[in-house]
Every structure is written in C-alpha cells, then in structure tokens.
C-alpha cells in the first residue's frame, strides 16, 4: 500500500458521523442470487437499534454454521442499499486477506449488542 492508497484526512467529528455498533448474527443464509459469493445475514443490534439484514461477501472464510452466534461489527448509520433481490440495511465490517478474501471484524469480549465503535 502507497501513501495514494489511503483516505483523505478527517477530522474527529467526520469519523463520529459513522455509527459503527457491535451485533450478534442470528441467522445466515445462502444468497445464490448474489453476483459475488455472499451470504444474507440477520444481526441482531440490540433493543434500540434491533434486527437489521445485511448481505457479506465471505464465504471464503466461513460456514453458514461457523456464523451463527457471532459477534461482528457493521455501520448501522447508511442508507439501506438494494443487493439483488435483498435490501440491505447494515454495512458488515471486514478486512482483506491477502489474496483479497473478507475477514470480519470482531471482538474478543462479551459486549453488550448495540454498543458504539469509538
């Protein structure tokens, strides 16, 4: 990665606009109709935020079964966004691999679902 690569610098109130919460997968789901390999997913943020669909490109790294259960985090904050016949409410957070697969962000302590990225 060169200095091209990343962002434009922002300031802290710009970072603040982007609502970044932690849920729980309730539910996933093949998503055949997906351009790229994805599966649909049910997360669940919580009582003030609640469930939320989200459609992820990772099937590379994981099984309908390894997901269940899983805590990740997504931008709750966009505009729902059509994929294929889904509307997708919620940005899944990733990083790529090194041949470009998604790996999700996670935590590595029980947190209360809802709380914000900060």
Do not use: W
Request: net charge neutral.
């Amino acid at each position: 990665m060169s200095a091209s690569d990343l962002a434009p610098q922002i300031g802290f109130d710009d970072f603040m606009k982007v609502d970044v919460r932690i849920g729980r997968i309730i539910k996933a789901e093949p998503f055949p109709e997906a351009r790229k390999p994805a599966y649909k997913l049910t997360i669940d943020f919580g009582d003030a935020i609640g469930v939320k669909k989200s459609s992820a490109q990772i099937t590379h790294h994981y099984t309908l079964d390894q997901l269940d259960g899983r805590k990740v985090a997504a931008v709750v904050n966009f505009p729902p966004r059509q994929i294929g016949p889904m509307m997708s409410e919620v940005l899944t957070l990733g990083f790529p691999d090194a041949e470009g697969n998604v790996v999700l962000v996670g935590v590595d302590r029980d947190l209360p679902l809802g709380g914000r990225l900060f």
